[in-house]
């Protein structure tokens, strides 16, 4: 890693995830999960003070070291482990989590069907993924933009991309979405529309 991602970049997420605007989204997916729960992306920890008594077990998975220091030292009752490691090769057993969840993370890991795919190998049968995510637009202009900025944006916001779709995504990887709210939050329109749901293994 070099400066920027090391010493710079985790301090920018976590200042940019700290946004008034995104802690409804987090309480309304948090308080969904139960049992033994894998946080895909747990950055700076700020969604593990959120989690409730229905949750036994919390796996938080990041792989930035500086990001998980932060995340060590948040508030949280619920056991819990923090791992580093990559999304797109869990250190998990097949099917061995309840939940997993994803707040504003499968924009930026670069084999985000991999990702999936391990997902969808780790959640059990009765399981579910609860996501908060921004992505692809539904208007052709908005998209256009999204396009355009997606290859700027990508270097400065730790590989994130603005143009994924991600309701595909999850159903490509073997899910079936029963719950999905869109439409954007306040701010610029390529950065701003969100998926807010829960899907289950097809």
């Not at 200042?15 to 309304?28: D, F, P, S, T």
């Not at 791992?83 to 997993?100: M, N, Q, R």
């Not at 993924?129 to 900025?149: I, S, T, Y």
């Not at 029963?178 to 998926?195: D, S």
């Amino acid at each position: 890693m070099g400066v920027y991602q090391e010493h710079i970049l985790p301090h920018l997420v976590n200042l940019a995830m700290r946004n008034r605007q995104l802690a409804a989204y987090r309480e309304r997916t948090i308080r969904l999960a139960e049992g033994r729960v894998l946080e895909i992306g747990v950055g700076s920890g700020l969604n593990l003070p959120l989690y409730t008594d229905r949750t036994t077990e919390i796996l938080g998975l990041d792989p930035h070291p500086k990001l998980l220091a932060m995340a060590s030292e948040k508030p949280r009752s619920i056991p819990s482990k923090l791992i580093e490691g990559s999304a797109e090769s869990i250190p998990l057993d097949d099917a061995s989590v309840d939940t997993v969840v994803s707040t504003w993370s499968l924009c930026s890991i670069p084999d985000v069907a991999a990702a999936l795919a391990e997902i969808r190998r780790v959640v059990k049968p009765g399981g579910h993924l609860l996501f908060v995510e921004h992505g692809l637009a539904p208007e052709k202009n908005v998209r256009r933009w999204q396009d355009r900025l997606t290859p700027l944006w990508k270097p400065i916001a730790g590989g994130c991309h603005l143009n994924r779709p991600i309701s595909s995504l999850i159903e490509d990887a073997g899910f079936h979405i029963e719950q999905l709210q869109t439409g954007y939050m306040p701010g610029p329109k390529p950065m701003t529309f969100m998926n807010e749901g829960s899907a289950r293994p097809a």
